[in-house]
């Protein structure tokens, strides 16, 4: 997006601990749910998109997922999550940049994202985004979490898009076709509570 996001997040990392920020979930449950269900062979290549300091490489690789890839903007995020993986880590590919700057090299069978594409404010941003996730995946799921229309307005101090599933399936109408979605609430580690959209969408192929 820009450098100003870049340091933002850096700055959040860095002056915060995994219980000072909203979106800390001790366990993955939906996120872990939707791509259980997919049925994907395990050794099916995975990508995190935002998922720096998330718990959900480490629940994949405890299941038995083999070949996953971690992508964020910020490095001291994924820092933190490699040292808390030990040598855990080294079966993780680590990706530091920004979503929108990832030219994909490889074809993926899931593209998750909890809790990164509802940054994307603008019309051009979201366009973007689909057209990466286009260019990563012939087929497979598309399986994002984003705040619902009663979520919050704001995280982390920067603004956020809200979805219902027909406003989210529009972004991606065309390449993307919604298989599932349901509404869950996040309890924050601050017993606040955040309604989000989780949905699994199925890549279009139109060969």
């Not at 001790?26 to 290549?45: D, E, G, M, V, W």
């Not at 038995?64 to 590919?93: M, N, P, W």
């Not at 990466?132 to 982390?156: Q, R």
Request: glycine share 6%; with cysteine; net charge neutral.
């Amino acid at each position: 997006m820009n450098d100003d996001f870049k340091t933002h997040w850096q700055e959040v990392y860095a002056a915060r601990t995994a219980d000072q920020v909203s979106w800390t979930e001790p366990k993955p449950a939906h996120s872990l749910a939707l791509i259980r269900n997919t049925q994907i062979p395990k050794n099916s290549p995975i990508i995190d998109i935002g998922g720096g300091d998330s718990l959900l490489a480490a629940y994949l690789l405890e299941e038995g997922y083999s070949d996953i890839t971690v992508l964020d903007i910020s490095a001291k995020a994924i820092g933190r999550a490699k040292k808390r993986l030990g040598r855990k880590s080294e079966k993780i590919s680590w990706l530091v940049t920004d979503m929108l700057d990832f030219k994909p090299e490889r074809d993926y069978s899931i593209w998750h994202d909890r809790a990164a594409f509802h940054f994307l404010t603008t019309s051009e941003q979201k366009e973007k985004y689909r057209t990466i996730v286009e260019n990563a995946m012939v087929n497979g799921h598309l399986i994002l979490g984003t705040f619902s229309l009663t979520g919050p307005e704001k995280c982390s101090g920067l603004p956020v898009c809200r979805y219902d599933a027909e406003a989210l399936a529009k972004v991606f109408k065309g390449s993307f076709q919604m298989k599932a979605h349901f509404y869950a609430d996040h309890i924050t580690p601050f017993q606040t509570i955040q309604n989000f959209l989780f949905s699994n969408f199925i890549r279009i192929n139109k060969s």
